[in-house]
């Protein structure tokens, strides 16, 4: 059991170094063009946050849990453990700075209908990973504390087999003096789903970044989210799909609101290599400013090399739109309430398809409560 | 005659590989290999050049030396060794024509079979030429009729001694010396190239036309071109350029900057058709182009239209810089790569001023091996209230080992502001192609066919003397995609 | 009850409205006839306070209330009623939210009290019934799919549902066939009564051979050039707008 135990140091050495050598991202680094991490924070501040908290209040029936503090882990968390995506700088921190976090194993063919709740509290690094095996499926519910401090570094490994099907919510709560980055790297085998939702509400600096492979034909990945900020706020979406085999499908929707001097990011790039032929790619990225000092940049990236696809995407930023707010005006609803209806229509449409009522009410409820800050510098 | 016949006569002259790769057998002047600050003042000496000329270019040549050449992300192609070229070329008996009958009757005949006639009887209507050969212009064309109009078209070394005020009122203001690695080299060395100027309230009288040619080998082109269009003037002005075709890369590095100030409209037209290399990637002309407009003046307008279907690597993004108070930036593209070509080419629409809008409407092509690259900035800055965009990037490919990207950055710090952006990618359809092919069209004239209809809101853009010119290149550029 | 004095707009910087005088009786249909052009929609969007259309001078006095003086929605809870040429579609709205919040803000702003759901509900289907608009598309985002005539039969609804004093219909009879025409027709004469006015915009005779006025007025160039009993749209069917298009500002 000693060799597992040092397979995982290794990569964690292997992490470390490479940390070491790259350093912290910044704006010189293309994808990090609209977040400058190492303006606001040193490697050595990120080496010294410790480890963050999970928790998992109950685990439903069938779901393995491994505790990554823990020595001998088992061989499907070694084989996902830190492995998938294309290890980026601050994942790799993650790996090297974290002594703990959470495994989780759907046993194949098996439905977990009731959400996996992982809480994730405190500051620090954090690494969880879930292996989702043949034709299994299940959905993880991820809150976030706002007790974060100066930082939380999360990084996640999402393996998915053939025909499994994986549904992620995730929500970060305004955190407005704390820096929170994530990483969320996601194989996707033939036939499986990845379904995701990010709900952000801010941070001194928050970076969400994905990486999704898909890996086989069928596979399929649909991420929506929400961007809700208000004052100094400050949250960056990064996703990355690449479409590895053939007849794969991607959607993504995202929906930001940006009042105060708030700035909501959003840079999406979608790779369909070489032969991934019948590929389907539609993305759509839409942005509110809600005050004269907010920003919103958009960055919507095809790089395509397959003749034999359907890509795809959109990208807006203004103001709601005045005939609809004349029109509701004209029958009766004052300004303020018209602007309230738009903005929610706006952003119902992504959360919509969080397809679990409940969890889609647990995370409306956490926007509507940002909405007010979103919107007080409004006109 | 019927379009369905109109449109046959157009693809079948499309039977014909790159048809400007003839070498014109000229004595030559050239500067010595190699760059260095004599050189710079070697070509400053050559052009007459006033001091502050002099002192300009060595300031800009010392610049360049402090700088590292860039690193482009999409880009890949052999480092150039910028000792191993002439940046000074001139046909030997150009020096000092009065008029069109002073011309080596071989550069005539050069332009003759460009399709470029430079006798003004035989001149397409209403377009006035530019021809600049290597690096100086050897005839222009028109003048008479320019003046009249008060309207300036001549060569810029001619300029520089003739309107140096002016020249230097504006040169580099649009584009600084420090702006990039090839600017700044450009600053140093450029040769010829063309200055317009249109008067207060004057509509330029006919089409203006620059024809550039590269035709001695191991040498590099660096043209510079300056148009200012003056209080409530309009412009429109069209570039073309071929080489022969040889095979080592030569580099092509030229500036363009436009003014246009308060009212003043510029329409800026491309047809670059530069030797893209053969069809195994050797050879072709490295295009690393610094395109910008200033609409300095409120209501003005800058309106850029490219076709790029040749060189093996285009690099350049004309943009706007929207500084007047409502005015308008456009960009239309239809960028062409076949082969082992790349292109990255894009634009940038800076909105700085108030109601200030921009569209932009992009076509890439691209087949064989090619890389063919949309980038693009808008960017909506605080003041800039009630600003707009549109973009339209649309991506066709024709095979499965070319490449097609999209990379659009949208930037907006003003609630006012309305920026809407859209993108597709896709493979030329089958049905279409299958539909042309049942009614007797060979596949090369099927997809010729197609891809005009592709670039059609791109090709309306062109003054019409050249969209015909224009819809055959597209034909061209693509042939040996399909098989 | 309204009264339109010498009033000029503009829609940017450009002046549409020149100088037009209207006065509109209470429990009379009006109906202003014009050519394309002749600034109609714009006297339409003045009436119900749209921004980007500015009133450079003139006065607007309703029920002895200076009109431009109240906002947008303030004129909605007063009772006047704009059926607009092109309902506006709007995603993630759905149909009968749309009517409860706006019926129970205009309720709110005149002191009412607000109804509740279930009311609403009642009230809004036994309206639906009687237009023909089916349960299905009050379930649906405000207009977002919904054909020409479901749009207009919307907003007949809407009049009904609000109850103004003052209903502007502005070219409702564009772009519906003549049973759809009929049947928003109908709709529209159910509603007329001894306490409402109303001003019928249209181009075409058409309309008013369904909708028949009390009086007619003729828009051309940004003021009234005619006035006439109903008859006068026959008149005007059968000589065109002709020079009353070219009228000089």
Excluded at chain 3, 131 to 145: D, H, I
């Amino acid at each position: 059991m000693s060799t597992a135990h040092s397979h995982r140091e290794a990569r964690r050495a292997e992490a470390l170094e490479s940390f070491r050598v790259r350093g912290m991202p910044h704006r010189r680094f293309e994808h990090w063009r609209y977040s400058d991490l190492r303006a606001v924070l040193d490697a050595g501040q990120v080496a010294q946050a410790g480890t963050a908290h999970w928790s998992i209040p109950a685990l439903p029936e069938g779901v393995e849990q491994f505790d990554l503090a823990a020595p001998n882990a088992p061989a499907w968390v070694l084989k996902a453990y830190g492995t998938i995506g294309n290890r980026p700088t601050m994942e790799e921190a993650s790996l090297a700075f974290s002594d703990g976090g959470v495994a989780l194993r759907v046993p194949a063919g098996t439905t977990i209908a009731e959400p996996i709740r992982l809480e994730i509290a405190g500051g620090g690094n954090l690494r969880w990973l879930v292996v989702v095996e043949e034709g299994a499926s299940a959905t993880i519910f991820e809150p976030h504390g706002s007790d974060v401090g100066l930082l939380r570094n999360v990084g996640v490994d999402v393996a998915l087999s053939e025909g499994a099907a994986l549904t992620h919510i995730r929500f970060a709560p305004f955190t407005p003096k704390s820096f929170v980055v994530e990483h969320i790297a996601v194989a996707v085998s033939a036939r499986a789903q990845y379904r995701a939702h990010f709900a952000n509400f801010g941070a001194r600096l928050s970076r969400t970044e994905l990486h999704i492979t898909l890996g086989g034909e069928g596979a399929e990945a649909h991420l929506s989210g929400v961007t809700v900020l208000g004052h100094d706020g400050h949250a960056d979406v990064t996703s990355h799909i690449e479409h590895a085999a053939g007849k794969t499908l991607s959607t993504q929707l995202f929906k930001h609101v940006a009042g105060g001097k708030s700035r909501a990011v959003y840079q999406g790039k979608i790779t369909v290599r070489e032969g991934a032929n019948g590929s389907d790619s539609r993305q759509t990225a839409r942005a509110l400013l809600m005050s004269e000092r907010a920003e919103a940049d958009l960055k919507p990236e095809l790089i395509i090399f397959a003749d034999d696809v359907k890509c795809a995407h959109g990208a807006t930023a203004g103001d709601l739109d005045p005939e609809s707010l004349f029109y509701l005006r004209s029958r009766g609803i004052p300004e303020k309430e018209a602007r309230r209806i738009l903005i929610n229509a706006f952003l119902q449409e992504a959360v919509e398809t969080i397809l679990d009522e409940d969890l889609r009410a647990a995370v409306w409820h956490e926007v509507e409560a940002a909405l007010p800050r979103a919107m007080e510098s409004a006109k | 005659m019927s379009a369905d016949t109109d449109t046959k006569d157009q693809v079948a002259a499309l039977g014909e590989k790159y048809k400007y790769g003839f070498v014109t057998d000229i004595e030559m002047d050239k500067a010595p290999k190699g760059l260095n600050a004599d050189i710079v003042r070697f070509i400053s000496a050559k052009k007459d050049e006033p001091e502050w000329m002099l002192e300009w270019r060595l300031a800009a040549f010392r610049r360049w030396g402090e700088m590292t050449e860039p690193n482009w992300a999409r880009l890949r192609y052999n480092k150039i060794d910028y000792q191993d070229a002439y940046y000074y070329a001139a046909p030997k008996s150009t020096e000092k024509y009065k008029d069109l009958d002073e011309v080596d009757p071989k550069l005539l005949e050069t332009y003759k079979k460009l399709g470029i006639p430079l006798s003004e009887q035989k001149m397409l209507a209403g377009v006035a030429v530019d021809a600049v050969f290597d690096s100086v212009s050897v005839a222009t064309t028109f003048k008479g009729k320019l003046n009249e109009a008060g309207v300036i078209f001549c060569p810029m070394s001619e300029a520089i001694r003739d309107y140096s005020d002016l020249v230097r009122k504006y040169l580099g203001t649009v584009v600084p010396v420090t702006d990039n690695f090839f600017a700044t080299l450009n600053s140093a060395v450029f040769s010829d190239g063309t200055f317009v100027y249109v008067p207060k309230g004057v509509r330029c009288p006919m089409e203006l036309s620059t024809y550039f040619r590269i035709n001695a080998s191991q040498t590099g082109q660096f043209e510079r071109t300056l148009i200012v269009a003056d209080e409530g003037s309009y412009v429109s002005y069209l570039e073309g350029c071929t080489a022969p075709m040889r095979d080592e890369n030569q580099l092509h590095a030229a500036v363009v900057e436009l003014v246009a100030l308060e009212g003043a409209e510029i329409k800026y037209s491309t047809v670059q058709n530069w030797y893209p290399g053969d069809e195994n990637g050797k050879g072709g002309i490295y295009n690393f182009v610094t395109k910008r407009g200033d609409c300095r003046g409120a209501r003005s307008k800058i309106s850029w239209t490219q076709v790029e279907t040749g060189s093996a690597i285009t690099w350049k993004y004309p943009s706007c810089i929207l500084r007047g108070d409502d005015s308008v930036g456009e960009f239309y593209s239809i960028a062409i790569t076949n082969n082992y070509q790349q292109a990255d080419t894009g634009t940038k629409m800076i909105h700085l001023g108030k109601n200030t809008r921009s569209r932009i409407i992009s076509k890439g092509i691209s087949a064989g091996k090619a890389q063919n690259t949309y980038r693009g900035l808008v960017s909506v800055h605080a003041k800039a209230a009630n600003a707009r965009n549109y973009t339209q990037c649309d991506s066709l490919l024709i095979g499965s080992q070319c490449g097609a990207h999209t990379v659009p950055y949208i930037e907006s710090r003003n609630p006012t502001a309305r920026l809407e952006h859209e993108a597709t990618t896709s493979k030329i359809a089958e049905d279409q192609l299958f539909y042309c092919l049942q009614r007797g069209l060979t596949a090369e004239e099927a997809v010729a066919l197609i891809v005009n209809g592709f670039c059609k809101e791109v090709l309306q853009q062109l003054p019409m003397e050249f969209a015909v010119e224009a819809q055959k290149l597209v034909g061209i550029s693509l042939e040996g995609s399909v098989g | 009850m309204l009264e339109i004095k010498n009033l000029h707009a503009n829609v940017g910087d450009k002046e549409i409205l020149k100088g037009l005088t209207l006065t509109i009786e209470t429990g009379k249909v009006h109906a202003i006839m014009g050519p394309n052009g002749s600034g109609k929609s714009t006297l339409s969007y003045v009436l119900a306070g749209r921004e980007g259309y500015t009133v450079t001078a003139g006065s607007i006095t309703y029920n002895g209330e200076d009109l431009l003086a109240l906002k947008t929605e303030e004129r909605a809870a007063k009772r006047i009623f704009l059926a607009m040429q092109y309902p506006v579609e709007i995603p993630g709205v759905t149909t009968m939210n749309f009517l409860k919040t706006a019926l129970n803000a205009q309720r709110r702003a005149r002191g009412e009290s607000e109804y509740d759901a279930i009311s609403i509900l009642k009230l809004v289907r036994a309206k639906a019934r009687v237009l023909q608009v089916n349960e299905e598309m009050l379930k649906r985002a405000l207009n977002v799919g919904f054909s020409g005539g479901e749009k207009k039969r919307l907003e007949i609804l809407q009049m009904s549902l609000f109850e103004p004093k003052l209903a502007v219909l502005d070219e409702t009879d564009s772009g519906l066939d003549i049973d759809a025409l009929k049947l928003v027709a109908e709709g529209v004469n159910a509603l007329r009564s001894p306490e409402r006015s109303m001003l019928v915009i249209t181009h075409y005779q058409r309309l008013l051979d369904y909708i028949v006025p009390d009086r007619i007025h003729v828009l051309a160039n940004g003021r009234m050039v005619a006035e006439g009993g109903k008859e006068l749209a026959h008149e005007l069917e059968a000589t065109g707008y002709g020079d009353l298009g070219k009228v000089p500002a």
